[in-house]
């Protein structure tokens, strides 16, 4: 594998959207990224639910109904 050094790294040369797509970008992208947050927060929820709810079950503490 060749190795990147310092020089090659100085001279690459990056593309930037514009201040309108950049804004436009956002709009609609900061909609599925809160719809992340959200279900994130809802996994964990679940998780942690899961997590207490398993050993009762094992147990017998609990029962499943159906």
């Not at 990147?4 to 001279?11: D, F, G, K, P, T």
């Not at 797509?21 to 996994?43: G, H, R, W």
């Amino acid at each position: 594998y060749k190795s990147v050094n310092r020089a090659e790294i100085e001279n690459i040369k990056f593309v930037y959207p514009t201040e309108k797509i950049a804004l436009e970008f956002e709009n609609i992208a900061s909609k599925y990224f809160d719809e992340m947050q959200k279900l994130t927060v809802l996994n964990q929820t679940l998780s942690q639910t899961r997590d207490l709810l398993i050993p009762q079950l094992v147990t017998g503490k609990r029962e499943l109904k159906k």
